[in-house]
């Protein structure tokens, strides 16, 4: 970048008459001076803003009638697309979609979470299910450890307890409450209170 | 399909078959045909039957539990009776006021609450024995529930406000149990309601036998 001389500069900041400056930079000063006019001035209209302006100008497009749905449509597909648009609605119509997971009135929402870091499995089996093995897994999609699963039950009190790696029972240690299971050993269930 | 299923749950030997240890079925059915000679309800016997079978437990101490259970079952039936001597004493109060006297609850306090109260009987009881766990006077906590009751509070509800005095429990600061319970009875009837829980994947139950 070439230096400003510092007369030019004092005549551009005010300090200097610029008449008083020699006849090789009262040039330089102009041509400064011109420059500095030209980046004060607003912008040109741009072309995409004049086009938009006249957009404008012109108004809406006229709205297309609505006999639309009455006029026949002509699609052109590849038998390929054919037959993937054909495997797409087999699919809809005859897979059976999932089992609504949304309480009934006398039915609620319960959450099971476990920390059971190192765990192969973690399953959940209670009275809800007639203790019933391999009915309620818990699942650990990230293995941090922590295994955590929810199911629809009635309302109402079950006794449940986990089981680790099948054959570790272990009741739920977040439960927080819990009742002795009767057998003589001084085991205890988790108890689970389900609110409709 | 229908049909056979409820007759499969009506029939607990088709139930406890294949389930527990084959020198534990004489001993359960006795017992279940006793509930069932005295008009005691016989599922949670064939709950405990099942519950003992999946977990291993010994033929001896799987009977002495269904036993247990049995008994308690009596000691229900002739708590409801006095608490309510004018009606007949339905299954499902008597289950209830088992799982009561299972958690640990005293006679004498189940019989108090079911007196004040016309409602099924299963959630006061479990307020009740979530207070006395929380080392609340049992006494005390009859009373919060009772007043409770009195400001609307009902079904349900009565567990939040067993809630409510545990979170003043553990405050920090520390309150006696008798400041807690002062507080949460100060608050009534506006108790926090428990929020439900949200997880993002829910599935059916399983079901029975599945």
């Given at each position: 970048?070439?230096?400003?001389d510092?007369?030019v500069?004092?005549?551009?900041d005010?300090?200097?008459?610029p008449?008083?400056?020699p006849?090789?930079?009262?040039?330089a000063?102009?041509?400064?001076?011109?420059?500095?006019a030209?980046?004060?001035?607003p912008?040109?209209?741009?072309?995409?803003?004049?086009?938009?302006?006249?957009?404008?100008?012109e108004?809406?497009?006229?709205?297309?009638?609505?006999?639309?749905?009455?006029?026949?449509?002509?699609?052109?597909?590849?038998?390929?697309?054919t037959?993937?648009?054909?495997?797409?609605?087999a699919?809809?119509?005859?897979?059976?979609?999932?089992?609504?997971?949304?309480?009934?009135?006398?039915?609620?929402?319960?959450?099971?979470?476990?920390?059971?870091?190192?765990a192969?499995s973690?399953?959940?089996?209670?009275?809800?299910?007639?203790?019933?093995?391999?009915?309620?897994a818990?699942?650990?999609?990230?293995?941090?450890?922590?295994?955590?699963g929810a199911v629809?039950?009635?309302?109402?009190?079950?006794e449940?307890?986990?089981?680790v790696?099948?054959?570790?029972?272990v009741?739920?240690?977040?439960?927080?409450?819990?009742?002795?299971?009767?057998f003589?050993?001084?085991q205890?269930?988790?108890?689970?209170i389900?609110?409709? | 399909?229908?049909?056979?299923?409820?007759?499969?749950?009506?029939?607990?030997?088709a139930?406890?078959?294949?389930?527990?240890?084959t020198?534990?079925l004489?001993?359960?059915?006795?017992?279940?045909?006793?509930?069932?000679?005295e008009?005691l309800p016989?599922?949670?016997?064939?709950q405990?039957?099942?519950?003992?079978g999946?977990?291993?437990?010994?033929v001896?101490?799987?009977?002495?539990?269904?036993?247990?259970?049995?008994?308690?079952?009596?000691?229900a039936?002739?708590?409801?009776?006095?608490?309510?001597?004018?009606?007949?004493?339905?299954d499902?109060?008597?289950?209830?006021?088992a799982?009561?006297?299972?958690?640990g609850?005293?006679?004498?306090?189940?019989?108090?609450?079911?007196?004040a109260?016309?409602e099924?009987?299963?959630?006061?009881l479990?307020?009740?024995?979530?207070?006395?766990?929380?080392?609340?006077?049992?006494?005390?906590?009859?009373?919060?529930?009772?007043?409770?009751?009195?400001?609307?509070l009902?079904?349900?509800?009565?567990?939040d406000?067993?809630?409510?005095?545990?979170?003043?429990?553990q405050?920090e600061?520390?309150?006696?149990?008798?400041?807690?319970?002062?507080?949460?009875r100060?608050?009534?009837p506006?108790?926090?309601?428990?929020?439900?829980?949200h997880?993002?994947t829910v599935?059916?139950?399983?079901?029975?036998?599945s």
């Amino acid at each position: 970048m070439t230096a400003i001389d510092p007369r030019v500069q004092e005549a551009l900041d005010g300090e200097r008459d610029p008449t008083t400056l020699p006849a090789e930079l009262r040039e330089a000063y102009a041509r400064l001076t011109a420059a500095a006019a030209l980046l004060r001035e607003p912008p040109a209209t741009s072309v995409a803003e004049r086009v938009m302006a006249q957009i404008r100008r012109e108004g809406p497009a006229p709205r297309p009638r609505a006999n639309w749905l009455l006029r026949p449509v002509t699609f052109r597909l590849r038998p390929v697309w054919t037959l993937a648009v054909a495997a797409a609605a087999a699919a809809v119509v005859f897979l059976p979609f999932k089992e609504s997971a949304t309480p009934g009135a006398e039915e609620g929402v319960a959450q099971f979470v476990g920390h059971f870091p190192g765990a192969r499995s973690v399953e959940v089996v209670g009275s809800f299910n007639d203790w019933q093995r391999g009915a309620l897994a818990l699942r650990d999609e990230d293995h941090d450890g922590i295994w955590h699963g929810a199911v629809v039950l009635p309302a109402g009190q079950h006794e449940y307890m986990f089981v680790v790696d099948g054959e570790r029972w272990v009741a739920d240690p977040l439960a927080g409450r819990y009742v002795d299971d009767g057998f003589g050993a001084g085991q205890q269930n988790a108890l689970l209170i389900v609110r409709p | 399909m229908t049909l056979l299923l409820l007759l499969l749950l009506q029939n607990p030997h088709a139930r406890l078959e294949g389930r527990v240890p084959t020198a534990a079925l004489p001993g359960l059915d006795s017992l279940i045909a006793q509930a069932v000679a005295e008009s005691l309800p016989t599922e949670p016997l064939v709950q405990k039957a099942l519950e003992g079978g999946a977990k291993g437990i010994p033929v001896a101490r799987l009977v002495n539990g269904v036993r247990h259970g049995l008994v308690q079952l009596r000691d229900a039936r002739a708590i409801v009776s006095r608490s309510a001597p004018a009606r007949a004493a339905l299954d499902g109060d008597v289950a209830a006021v088992a799982a009561a006297l299972a958690r640990g609850l005293d006679p004498g306090l189940i019989e108090r609450l079911l007196s004040a109260d016309t409602e099924p009987p299963g959630p006061v009881l479990h307020a009740a024995a979530d207070l006395v766990a929380h080392r609340f006077p049992a006494d005390s906590a009859a009373e919060l529930l009772r007043a409770a009751q009195q400001q609307g509070l009902h079904g349900t509800r009565l567990l939040d406000v067993a809630v409510a005095a545990s979170h003043e429990l553990q405050r920090e600061g520390g309150r006696t149990p008798t400041e807690a319970l002062a507080r949460v009875r100060a608050m009534l009837p506006n108790i926090p309601v428990a929020t439900p829980p949200h997880p993002r994947t829910v599935t059916r139950r399983p079901g029975r036998g599945s």
